[in-house]
């Protein structure tokens, strides 16, 4: 029970990893788009 | 170069060899040389994973690479940070878990002595050979550019890394990549500003951007689903995770950098800095390229920048057509300056068409411009046939370091170079390390009959780092004999990885499968990829045809057959499912090979479906285990 939180935790900052890639993906975009 | 680059380049290296070998003299435990005594915290792991994986060659081609093709190489490293999930989730917990020093210690937990001892000689082999490269790769340029001695180079840098590595083992090369990675981001920031500083009156960074927009250098992503096609996002992420995987995951270089971690936390911390850095970073240094491009808009540029190639031709007795090629090119780029110029300064006052007239004029001229070095590479090339000598006419690798040495003040260029010998400096001390820790582990004391003591292992892992480090030069200093070296090394690579990445994720995702199978799949696999690679390759590239595949593809192969061979060897041991999605696997795969040897095609659908069915096997497998284990 004392680990749940500790993966929840883990798992948000993977997702934060991936999110931030995506956003850098996304400043690509706009930044192709804009150049 | 004046006496304050060499003061500065000297001072700056010396600096950090002697500071890493006194902070970390009079190591005697095990725990402390190959581990670093487990006292590095994120920061100083995520730093070291990325000095490890920057070379030299990472800050001499890569602004080439963007000055010639633009951005579209930051999609390369996209697979980066979903490797780096993986590998904290499935990989970090389980070597964490046994305490293990080298990557390949976890195999023999897991299967057997066989498979740890051959998938080390396999690291032994591609990194050993490897190690030379980084040596070697950065000297030639440097010794091309700036009439060094070769040899020389190749000592020097392979002795001052011997000498603290050797000394400190994994804490040294910790603490001197901190330093490294200061060294490499301090000069690289400084030459960005430089560059944009040196931009005519009335060009500033936004125009700049525009420029290279305009010249279609921020292209940066590639949605197309073509295979003809290195660096799209699509090959970004499937190709790019493997290899990522492989690399991180399993290649003892990379897993003792974080195995030196204080904790499961810091190690997990320490890639996720990677995952989060990796693509700014090596789209930072692409962009320093664009703006070395766009700087040489407006600033005359040779028409080849290899020293060398150029030395060459103008020996032979294509000079006078050379020359007239370099008049025809210098006399566009004028045009095209002024054409450049005109955009900049109207483009808010015109109308869309004549904006749209003036972009497609600058891009006809750069393709005349295109157009025009290809000819001089031509003439290059022709050059070197009728003299019976071999010369690289791509120069990428050079654009860089020839705007440092031509635009930089003096100091800067002192810096500059201390950038690109700190980052092979960080790449072989790493490798060296590892290469170390795998003999002696691996193979040396694993196979020893004598129990050694701490310091005696000690003791072998400083003579094995020194032995490792000489053959290292003696690869460096021999390399040049010998024809497209650096290509072949960088495919040796290839023709290990995937068999090796294959072999750890059986160990994480197929909990049925055993050594035996492992061991004799593995070997099959191994003696595939070599007759496939040169038979479908090497010999078809030597006889001046296309290769019925790129090599990078021998990553996925050599993973996905191994699986294969495994899990078919296992088949009786399977229920229902497992062996009809195995069935569909194989049709798969029988088609892709048909694929590549009758259309020389390989369909990017097929290869998604073949990862998918490997993912529902290993899911259906662990499944049954769970359920039969509880």
Same mark, same amino acid.
């Given at each position: 029970?004392?680990?749940?939180?500790?993966?929840?935790?883990?798992?948000?900052?993977?997702?934060?990893?991936?999110?931030?890639?995506?956003?850098?993906?996304?400043?690509?975009?706009?930044?192709?788009?804009?150049? | 170069?004046?006496?304050?680059?060499?003061?500065?380049?000297?001072?700056?290296?010396?600096?950090?060899?002697?500071?890493?070998?006194?902070?970390?003299?009079?190591?005697?435990?095990?725990?402390?040389?190959?581990?670093?005594?487990?006292?590095?915290?994120?920061?100083?792991?995520?730093?070291?994973?990325?000095?490890t994986q920057a070379s030299a060659i990472t !800050?001499?081609?890569?602004?080439?690479?963007?000055?010639?093709?633009?951005?579209?190489?930051?999609?390369?490293?996209?697979?980066?940070?979903?490797?780096?999930?993986?590998?904290?989730?499935? !990989?970090?917990?389980?070597?964490?878990?046994?305490?293990?020093?080298?990557?390949?210690?976890?195999?023999?937990?897991?299967?057997?002595?066989?498979?740890?001892?051959?998938?080390?000689?396999?690291?032994?082999?591609?990194?050993?050979?490897?190690?030379?490269?980084?040596?070697?790769?950065?000297?030639?340029?440097?010794?091309?550019?700036?009439?060094?001695?070769?040899? !020389?180079?190749?000592?020097?840098?392979?002795?001052?890394?011997?000498?603290?590595?050797?000394?400190?083992?994994?804490?040294?090369?910790?603490?001197?990549?901190?330093?490294?990675?200061?060294?490499?981001?301090?000069?690289?920031?400084?030459? %960005?500003?430089?560059?944009?500083?040196?931009?005519?009156?009335?060009?500033? !960074?936004?125009?700049?951007?525009?420029?290279?927009?305009?010249?279609?250098?921020?292209?940066?992503?590639?949605?197309?689903?073509?295979?003809?096609?290195?660096?799209?996002?699509?090959?970004?992420?499937?190709?790019?995770?493997?290899?990522?995987?492989?690399?991180?995951?399993?290649?003892?270089?990379?897993?003792?950098?974080?195995?030196?971690?204080?904790?499961?936390?810091?190690?997990?911390?320490?890639?996720?800095?990677?995952?989060?850095?990796?693509?700014?970073?090596?789209?930072?240094?692409?962009?320093?390229?664009?703006?070395?491009?766009?700087?040489?808009? %407006?600033?005359?540029?040779?028409?080849?920048?290899?020293?060398?190639?150029?030395?060459?031709?103008?020996?032979?007795?294509?000079?006078?057509?050379?020359?007239?090629?370099?008049?025809?090119?210098?006399?566009?780029?004028?045009?095209?300056?002024?054409?450049?110029?005109?955009?900049?300064?109207?483009?808010?006052?015109?109308?869309?068409?004549?904006?749209?007239?003036?972009? &497609?004029? /600058?891009?006809?001229?750069?393709?005349?411009?295109?157009?025009?070095?290809?000819?001089?590479?031509?003439?290059?090339?022709?050059?070197?046939?009728?003299?019976?000598?071999?010369?690289?006419?791509?120069?990428?690798?050079?654009?860089?370091?020839?705007?440092?040495?031509?635009?930089?003040?003096?100091?800067?260029?002192?810096?500059?170079?201390?950038?690109?010998?700190?980052?092979?400096?960080?790449?072989?001390?790493?490798?060296?390390?590892?290469?170390?820790?795998?003999?002696?582990?691996?193979?040396?004391?694993?196979?020893?009959?004598?129990?050694?003591?701490?310091?005696?292992?000690?003791?072998?892992?400083?003579?094995?780092?020194?032995?490792?480090?000489?053959?290292?030069?003696?690869?460096?200093?021999?390399?040049?004999?010998?024809?497209?070296?650096?290509?072949?090394?960088?495919?040796?690579?290839?023709?290990?990885?995937?068999?090796?990445?294959?072999?750890?994720?059986?160990?994480?995702?197929?909990?049925?499968?055993?050594?035996?199978?492992?061991?004799?799949?593995?070997?099959?696999?191994?003696?595939? /990829?070599?007759?496939?690679?040169?038979?479908?390759?090497f010999q078809l590239e030597q006889a001046g045809?296309?290769?019925?595949? &790129?090599?990078?593809?021998?990553?996925?192969?050599?993973?996905?057959?191994?699986?294969? /061979?495994?899990?078919?060897?296992?088949?009786?041991?399977?229920?229902?499912?497992?062996?009809?999605?195995?069935?569909?696997?194989?049709?798969?795969?029988?088609?892709?090979?048909?694929?590549?040897?009758?259309?020389?095609?390989?369909?990017?659908?097929?290869?998604? &479906?073949?990862?998918?069915?490997?993912?529902?096997?290993?899911?259906?497998?662990?499944?049954?285990?769970?359920?039969?284990?509880?």
């Amino acid at each position: 029970m004392n680990q749940q939180p500790t993966k929840d935790k883990w798992s948000r900052i993977y997702a934060l990893v991936i999110l931030a890639n995506i956003l850098y993906v996304l400043l690509f975009y706009l930044l192709m788009n804009s150049f | 170069m004046a006496a304050i680059d060499w003061l500065i380049l000297a001072g700056t290296l010396m600096t950090i060899v002697i500071y890493g070998t006194w902070k970390t003299r009079g190591m005697k435990n095990v725990q402390d040389y190959l581990r670093g005594g487990n006292e590095a915290k994120w920061w100083t792991i995520g730093l070291s994973v990325m000095a490890t994986q920057a070379s030299a060659i990472t !800050f001499l081609s890569t602004p080439g690479q963007a000055f010639h093709d633009g951005m579209g190489f930051v999609q390369f490293y996209f697979g980066l940070p979903i490797a780096m999930v993986i590998i904290c989730v499935v !990989f970090l917990p389980l070597y964490d878990r046994l305490k293990v020093f080298t990557a390949y210690e976890f195999l023999e937990n897991r299967f057997d002595l066989k498979t740890r001892t051959l998938t080390s000689i396999l690291f032994l082999i591609h990194r050993g050979s490897g190690a030379g490269i980084t040596i070697y790769a950065p000297a030639i340029i440097l010794s091309y550019i700036l009439d060094w001695d070769l040899t !020389f180079l190749n000592i020097v840098i392979g002795i001052l890394v011997i000498i603290y590595t050797a000394s400190g083992g994994t804490k040294a090369v910790t603490v001197t990549q901190k330093q490294q990675m200061a060294v490499i981001f301090t000069g690289m920031f400084i030459a %960005f500003f430089v560059i944009i500083f040196k931009l005519p009156d009335g060009i500033n !960074f936004k125009n700049a951007l525009e420029i290279a927009g305009v010249n279609n250098k921020m292209n940066i992503l590639d949605f197309s689903f073509s295979l003809d096609k290195r660096y799209t996002i699509w090959s970004g992420l499937i190709g790019g995770t493997f290899l990522m995987l492989s690399y991180f995951g399993t290649d003892q270089s990379q897993v003792q950098r974080y195995l030196s971690g204080q904790s499961l936390k810091e190690m997990r911390l320490g890639l996720i800095f990677n995952g989060l850095l990796k693509v700014p970073m090596q789209f930072f240094i692409l962009l320093v390229g664009v703006m070395v491009f766009v700087f040489y808009q %407006f600033n005359a540029s040779p028409i080849n920048f290899n020293p060398q190639a150029q030395e060459l031709v103008m020996q032979s007795n294509n000079v006078e057509a050379y020359q007239r090629i370099q008049d025809e090119y210098n006399q566009i780029s004028e045009e095209k300056k002024e054409t450049v110029y005109k955009y900049v300064n109207e483009k808010d006052h015109i109308s869309s068409r004549e904006r749209n007239e003036l972009t &497609s004029q /600058i891009q006809f001229l750069g393709a005349v411009q295109n157009k025009l070095r290809g000819d001089a590479k031509a003439l290059i090339q022709k050059s070197a046939s009728d003299k019976n000598e071999k010369v690289e006419t791509n120069d990428k690798d050079y654009v860089f370091i020839h705007f440092v040495l031509n635009n930089l003040p003096k100091g800067l260029i002192g810096l500059l170079l201390a950038v690109i010998l700190s980052a092979a400096m960080s790449s072989t001390a790493s490798e060296l390390n590892a290469l170390s820790s795998t003999t002696a582990l691996d193979l040396y004391k694993r196979n020893s009959k004598k129990d050694l003591s701490e310091e005696q292992v000690v003791k072998i892992s400083k003579w094995f780092t020194v032995l490792w480090g000489v053959l290292a030069i003696l690869i460096a200093c021999i390399a040049n004999l010998f024809d497209n070296l650096i290509q072949l090394v960088n495919t040796i690579g290839s023709l290990f990885y995937g068999n090796v990445l294959g072999i750890f994720l059986l160990a994480f995702f197929f909990k049925k499968i055993r050594g035996n199978q492992v061991f004799v799949a593995a070997v099959i696999t191994q003696v595939f /990829i070599l007759l496939f690679y040169y038979f479908a390759i090497f010999q078809l590239e030597q006889a001046g045809e296309q290769p019925l595949v &790129s090599y990078l593809w021998l990553n996925f192969i050599g993973c996905i057959l191994v699986i294969f /061979i495994s899990l078919i060897s296992s088949l009786r041991d399977m229920d229902f499912m497992s062996n009809l999605t195995l069935l569909i696997l194989t049709a798969n795969l029988a088609k892709v090979v048909y694929d590549i040897f009758q259309t020389r095609n390989t369909h990017l659908l097929l290869i998604l &479906s073949i990862i998918l069915l490997v993912i529902v096997l290993g899911w259906l497998d662990n499944l049954k285990s769970q359920t039969e284990s509880s």
